[in-house]
Structure formats: C-alpha cells, structure tokens
C-alpha cells in the first residue's frame, strides 16, 4: 500500500512540487523578506532652512527632496502622491513634521525617530492618524480576496468544461474562440466586481476606513487588476487537466502575492534579492492604487504607474491566455500527444 | 449531396493516425465506423468535422453551423436540465423562440426523455444522456451529423432508441457516420466502413462486404495456426487467406465479427511480415 | 450444502420507497458463464454489489461459496468492475505487483500479448489492453468465482474473443463466471442467461428463454424510408435493419394497414424475436 501510494506520488508532478517547493519558498521569504523594521524612509524638506535641516536630520531619514522655495502645501501634495513618507516643513512657527500614514510601518518608525531624536519637532500623521493596521490593511485585503476568487474561482469553472469533456463540443459548434471567452469570464468578472463593492463598503464600515479619493479612479484600478486576475485564472484553466490541478497551481500563484506584495512585510524591508519578485505581482500595484485611493486621497495623476502596470498586466495575461485557449478550440497540427481513448465506463444498470 | 474524406492522413506528432483514408458519407445513409480503440475512429471523426487538420488529402464538409456532433465523452453539459441543455444547442445553431419550443418537444417525445425535461443532466443514466446528446447535435436539423461511439455502455433498450432516432435523421435527408464497437450496429448500417490502425480495411454495404471477402473461414475445436484463430462460444474459428483450408475442416459462412478480425489478423500478419 | 459459487434466495433490496432489487433468486454453479442482462435501472448492479457482500439485502439470503458473505470468503472471489480497478497512473506491473502483495500470492504473469506493455502507464495502453490486463489482476489470486461487470464495453473485435478465451478458460477450470453486458452477441456465448426488469428477474435460461412469447415481423421494401417513417409515425416498436424495418410485438395486419394506408408496398413476414426485441417490449411496458 505505501509503495503504491509512493509511485503515485512521484508521478504526480504538481503535489510533488507544491511539497517540496512550497516549505523552500517560505523559507526563503520568511528569511529575507520578513522585515518588520524599516530602515530608513524617503524624506523631503522644504521651507526656507531645508539645506540646514537636511544637513542635520538623523541618518534614518533619506532625504531625497530639498525644495526651499516651497511650503506646507507642496510638501502634503508630496505625501498625498506617495513621493515621499516624511515631509519636514520649515520654517514658519517651528520645525514640522508631516507623515504619511498609509505607509504603516514607515511610520511608525519615523514617529519613533522623530521622537528619540530630542528635536522640538511637531508631528502630524497624515491620512491614518492613529496608524491603525485596520486601515492600511482593508484596502490591501480587497485586493487579495479578488486575487483568490479571480484565479481559483476562474481556473475551476473552465477547467470543468475540459474535464467534462464539453470542451471539445464547443470547438465544433459555430461560435469562436473569443466568443467562448468572452462567454466565460463575464459572469466571473460581474461576481468579482460585486463582491469588491460589498468588501469594500463593509470594510469601510467595519472598520471605519475613510475613502477620500475619487470612486472612478478606484474603479479604474479595480477593473484593471480584476482582468489580470481574471486572465491568470484562464491561463491556468489552460494548462490544467483537472479542478484538483488547477487549485494548486492557483495556490501557487496566491501565496507570494500575500507575502510579498507589501501586504504584510513592507515592500521597502525587504532585501533587494527578494523585493523584485514583489514588482512583479499585480496585487502589489492594486493595493498601491487602493490605499492611494482610499486613505490618502491620491489623483489619477499621482497613480498612473501602478495603473499602467496593470493594463500592460491585463493585456499580457489575456493575450497569452487567449492563445492557448483558441489552441484548444482551433484544429490542431502537430500536437505532442496522441488524444487518449476515452475513458468509457458510463452509470451501468 | 455526399461528404466525406479523401486520401487523408493525420499524424499526431511522430503517430500516424490515419493513412490514406477515403471515406464517403452520402446523404440520406448511415456509415457505421467500425474499429477497436485505437484504429482511428475517433480522429477520422474529428477531422471530418474539422477539429483536427490533416496532412494531406481533402474534407469535404458544410460549414460548423450545419453539423451536428457528438464527441465520445459526454456532449452535455451536467449542470444543466435537460431542457437547458437542448435551448443552449438551438441557441449556438440559430433554432429560437416558437420554433425551438417545437422541436425540442418533438425531439424529447423521440428519444422518450419527456418525462425527465427539468432533470439535470448528471442525474439520467448513460443511456438517457447520451440520447440527449444526440437531441442536441439534431436540433438544428444539420446536413451532416457525426457521432462518436455514441451506444457505447448503453443499454440495448436506449441503443434501439439511438439507432431508431438516427434512422430518421438519415430519412429525413442528413447524411449520417457513427462509430462503434458494436458490429451488430454495423451491420444494421446502410455502409460501413472497417478501421484498423488508421487504416481502411474494407468498406462497403454489409453484403458488398461479404461479397468482397476474401478467403474462408474455417469451424475448428482446436486452432491448426495459432496466430489466424480466434474464439466463438465454445469453438474457435480460423482464416485462411488463399482459401488454402484443410478439406477436411468444416467451412462457416462468415459474419461481420469473422470478416473484421480475420481482416486484422491478415493486416497484423502483413505488417509483422514487413517489419 | 449448496455447490453453488454464488447464489441470491429471495433476495429483495429496497432503497426507502424505491425497490432497486425485487425478490430474485438466482445462483452460478462453477465452470458455468452466465450472463446479466437488463435496461439501465433494472437492478443488475445493485444485486451484483449484494453478491459481493458489498451491500447488505433488505430482504431474502445471499450465499457466496456456499456460506453467508465474509470477508474471507470474499478473497476466493475475483471482481472486475465497470471502471476496471486499475490505477491509471502506475504501470501493469505496479498494478499488480500492489494485488500480488494485497491478496498475498505471488505476481501473475502477464501473457505474451500484454508483455510490451508492462512498464507502460495504464492511462497510455489501449482499452483492450487495459482490460485484458485488469482481468489478469483480478485473477491473480485464483479465485472460484468471478464477477465481471461489462468487461468487453468500447473493446474491438479481436480483443473482445481474446477476453473470451480469458473467460472460457477459467470456466473450464472450474470458476463460475458471472458477466453483465448489453452487448447482444456476447450474451449468446453464456451458458445460462438471465434477465432482469425494473428489479425482477423476468426470464432465464436459454437465448429462446429470454425472447419467450416475443413476436417480430420484417418489412421488405424499395422504398425502406416511407415504410420506416410511417410505423414510426404510428408509435410501433422500429428497428431499421440496412434496408429492411423490423416491428417488435405487433400484429401482422395491423402493420399491413398501416403500411397500407401510407401508401407503401410492401412484404410483412414473421421471423424470430431477437433479445433486444423482449427488451423493447418490457420496456414498453414500463412506460
């Protein structure tokens, strides 16, 4: 019995490699990307006696930013657009400091600074005043509960179709590739979108998480990174014989995106080695675009980035997806595997 | 209007699926496909209907929206009821609103599935489903209707039932090709065709077939050549090619189970010789 | 003290209102093949599953080797199912090197025509194969009787005689074989036939047995598709035979006037009602 079971597992690629691949990579994220601690943060100063204030500031803070001809607005403009965490503004009645609280643990860190460093500084936490997880969570989480339902959700309702065997129906009825797909996503798509706004209303009244941004921007980014997501699931419905195959994969493709897009563990904590894998995850420019949104009040302007990232992610996905569908429905040439005999056993008497 | 395949082969990567295969399916008839699994039915079948693109050599065949098919595993779609599954059909092939109504009653009183319209496809049995299957590949009344071993694990009752709905699609003017395993099917068929490793054995009605057979079968208790005797009830049979058969052996008139597997022993035989 | 390898006395299984198995009694004495035939629905694998011990009876006794059913007793029998047993992800030889070691005999042999395939996935042999080589497994063990259910369904000619030869050759050794099939001309190489409708058995014995009182006529005639449509037309029990129409269990002037009446002509002659036929009636019936 546990020879079978062996040989069956050694054949079974996908387990195998989600055993021995999966405690490897959360070993490999918990040593290098597990970093509550951030070491320094993006500091602007401005104000009349920035040179001087730059000069002096404690090494924690990395000023990147010297703007002497500018005020108080500019430096909350900065922060609303996610060009910097701190902004010391001078000059005026005392030094201070502004914080950007939707960057949680930047902050926290900063206030303990600004704080330790005997300095008569006046702070002011911006955006998540009381620098509540709650808050900078929310907006992430919606993110990660449509990657869930995007790509599990996704993945089995089109792999049903292959292992029902109606995949091969459909290739030889009239309609195209395209309509099929279409055909497919859109109820999941239409769930998704439901399913964001029922989160996001619930979170926001759960947790009393503000949105102070524009709802069409919001939108904007969230239809975006529902059709990356959306592709991603087809992609695996494509490359996948069974439910069970699908999941795993899925699974796969879910947990880097709850660990390193910054969800958790701060994107700026992490060492470099792992950091870039966080650049390429969708979520971690979705919850970019919702935290923006929702906490800080960001412009469209202020977003095109994560937002163009994720069209350019959204065409990428589909476009491949959709090639490997239309394979399964356009006539084949030169395919590597014989198609298999059916299996024939039907419900008997 | 007759359709079919000329001279085609299909490979799938270094196997030869068919070679050199040509097949007429005129309207009117059924073809029965005749062939273990294995022998290319099911790629004859799909390239017919334009799933798979040969080689070489020609298809003849209407467009997607005037054939009917039947894939081998399932055809409907288990989620949904019967009657969803017929509407959904009739939708993708243009059959709507009264005219729907009507033929999918017509179609439901054939195939005896009245009584089961609102059950959901995963709850009939083999027989019933795959009845439903073939409601749906004719609810558009398509010119040419394929279907692949579709009385396979079916009950005799429901393959009477299949085969008398397939009768009428071939009276009523479609042209007609279905595999099978069953030879007693085979028989029944107005032409049938013998696959064997992707290769045509022979063709033609049932008694051109017979007519064309050459050599003869021979009744034996025990086999004089091992490799060219095969088991009947309690005797075996043996196939002598030439016609070279001891005198002494009684002689059978041989049916369509003789003549297919004589023909696959001789193929074997030729092949294993060539090698 | 029955001889009997396998034998159902009264046997009635209900599943709450629904009577799935209705007062059978049957029985298969060793080196006999009989063969189980019936529509979907009529009761063949419930009363199978209660000769294997694997459900028990609502009503009536089962006797498996002559005693009631055990797990020790179940080891001297063999079973093929429907889906074959087989794991389609280990080779024939993984396959039954893992019955070889359950069963506690040594590893059968594979016959010659199975031998290329031996290290060869069973998902990637071909059905006959497949089958052959789960009728190999099942038999390792040397059991006395065996239950095979539709063990030839989807298989080509020559295999399904190769699987015969199987068959007959464990009978002459002295199994008692039981098989269901819905196959017609499989069911004439049984010994013994029985026949099962909506949980009864309704006939048994031989092939003239089972088709009993059934009555069939054939229609010959040029034009096979008027003459086809208009007993199909009249709600008569059709079979279209290649050009000529079979009518099961009608009388002859009843047909000649509806033959007449759609203006066809036409020859009606009875001949012998085939198995199927009685099938068709019963289910008839049923409706």
Redesign the interface.
């Known amino acids: ?1 546990i ?2 079971e062996f ?2 597992l050694v ?2 690629h996908r387990t195998l490699a989600l055993l021995v691949a999966l405690p490897l990579l959360l070993l490999v994220v918990f040593g290098y990307a597990a970093n509550f601690s951030v070491d320094s943060v993006d500091t602007a100063v401005v104000g009349p006696e920035a040179e001087q204030v730059a000069g002096t500031v404690p090494g924690f803070f990395d000023v990147s930013t010297t703007e002497p001809s500018e005020a108080e607005d500019h430096a909350r403009d900065l922060l609303r657009d996610d060009v910097v965490d701190v902004a010391l503004v001078t000059g005026g009645s005392g030094a201070q400091a502004l914080v950007d609280g939707s960057n949680l643990f930047a902050a926290q860190s900063a206030v303990a600074a600004l704080e330790t460093s005997g300095q008569d500084t006046s702070i002011e936490v911006l955006y998540n005043p009381d620098l509540k997880t709650s808050w900078v969570m929310v907006p992430a989480i919606i993110g990660l509960i449509l990657t869930f339902i995007g790509t599990i959700i996704t993945s089995i309702g089109l792999v049903r179709e292959r292992e ?3 995949l ?2 459909l ?5 195209g590739p395209s309509t099929v797909i279409l055909g497919k996503v859109t109820p999941y798509f239409l769930l998704a979108a439901l399913d964001m706004a029922v989160i996001t209303v619930l979170g926001m009244l759960l947790f009393d998480v503000p949105f102070n941004g524009h709802v069409l921007t919001f939108a904007l980014g969230a239809v975006l990174f529902l059709l990356v997501v959306l592709g991603i699931g087809i992609f695996i419905s494509t490359i996948s014989q069974t439910a069970g195959q699908a999941i795993q994969v899925a699974f796969f493709v879910l947990l880097p995106q709850i660990l390193l897009s910054g969800m958790i563990f701060p994107l700026e904590a992490m060492a470099a080695g792992v950091r870039w894998i966080g650049y390429l995850l969708p979520l971690t420019y979705f919850t970019m675009v919702s935290q923006g949104v929702m906490l800080r009040g960001a412009p469209i302007t202020a977003l095109w980035l994560p937002l163009l990232v994720l069209a350019v992610m959204a065409m990428v996905v589909f476009t491949a997806a959709t090639l490997r569908f239309r394979r399964d429905l356009a ?19 | 209007m007759t359709y079919g395949l000329t001279s085609v082969d299909v490979s799938f990567g270094d196997v030869r699926a068919l070679h050199d295969v040509t097949v007429e399916i005129p309207a009117g008839q059924v073809v029965a496909i005749v062939g273990g699994d294995g022998a290319g039915k099911t790629t004859l079948l799909r390239t017919l209907v334009r799933e798979v693109a040969p080689d070489a050599g020609h298809v003849h065949a209407p467009s997607k929206a005037e054939i009917g098919f039947l894939p081998a595993s399932t055809g409907s779609w288990a989620a949904l009821s019967v009657t969803q599954n017929l509407n959904f059909a009739g939708g993708v092939y243009g059959v709507r609103g009264a005219a729907l109504d009507e033929r999918r009653t017509a179609l439901l009183a054939t195939a005896g599935l009245s009584a089961a319209a609102d059950r959901l496809a995963s709850r009939l049995s083999g027989g019933m489903r795959r009845k439903l299957g073939v409601c749906m590949a004719i609810v558009h009344r398509p010119r040419l209707l394929v279907l692949d071993e579709p009385s396979t694990g079916v009950d005799p009752v429901s393959r009477v039932d299949l085969w008398r709905m397939l009768s009428e699609a071939a009276a009523a003017g479609s042209a007609v090709v279905m595999s099978t395993t069953y030879l007693d099917e085979a028989e029944r068929a107005g032409h049938l065709v013998v696959l064997d490793a992707g290769h045509v054995l022979v063709q033609g009605s049932y008694d051109e077939v017979r007519a064309g057979f050459p050599g003869t079968v021979t009744r034996t208790g025990s086999a004089v050549r091992p490799g060219w005797s095969w088991r009947r009830g309690r005797e075996r049979h043996e196939y002598w090619p030439d016609g070279d058969a001891p005198p002494r052996l009684p002689v059978v008139e041989p049916d369509l189970e003789d003549i297919v597997i004589a023909l696959s022993l001789a193929r074997r035989a030729d092949a294993g010789a060539r090698a | 003290m029955s001889t009997k390898v396998v034998e159902a006395r009264s046997v009635t299984r209900r599943f709450g209102s629904f009577t799935a198995v209705d007062e059978v009694t049957m029985d298969v004495a060793p080196g006999e093949v009989v063969g189980l035939l019936g529509a979907n629905g009529a009761g063949k694998t419930t009363l199978m599953r209660m000769l294997l011990g694997l459900l028990p009876t609502t009503e009536g006794t089962v006797l498996m080797l002559g005693g009631p059913p055990r797990r020790e007793r179940r080891r001297r029998l063999g079973y093929v199912p429907q889906n074959l047993g087989l794991y389609r992800d280990l080779t024939l030889t993984e396959n039954l090197a893992f019955v070889a070691d359950a069963y506690g005999t040594p590893v059968p042999a594979l016959p010659d025509d199975l031998s290329r395939y031996a290290d060869v996935l069973v998902a990637d042999i071909p059905l006959g194969a497949q089958r052959q080589g789960a009728f190999v497994a099942a038999l390792s063990h040397e059991p006395e009787a065996v239950l095979l259910d539709e063990p030839t369904s989807g298989v080509d000619a020559l295999a399904r005689a190769t699987l015969w030869d199987t068959i007959r050759e464990q009978a002459d050794r002295g199994v008692g074989v039981l098989i269901t099939t819905h196959y017609m001309q499989e069911a004439q190489q049984c010994d013994r036939l029985l026949l099962m409708s909506q949980g009864r058995l309704v006939a048994q014995g031989s092939e003239a047995d089972i088709v009993g009182s059934t009555r069939a006529l054939v229609v010959r005639t040029d034009d096979w598709a008027a003459a086809f449509s208009a007993l199909n037309d009249a709600g008569a029990a059709v079979i279209l035979d290649g050009r000529t129409v079979r009518v099961a269990d009608a009388g002859r002037d009843e047909i000649a006037r509806i033959l007449g009446a759609a203006h066809v002509d036409a020859s009606v002659e009875p001949v012998p009602a085939t198995i199927e036929e009685r099938m068709l009636v019963l289910a008839h019936q049923a409706r």
């Open positions: 019995m020879i079978k040989r069956e054949r079974d029902a065997g109606t091969e129906q290739a030889v009825m009239p309609i006539p084949e040439r030169k395919v590597k595997s014989r198609p298999r005999s059916t299996d024939r056993s039907r419900s008997g008497a």
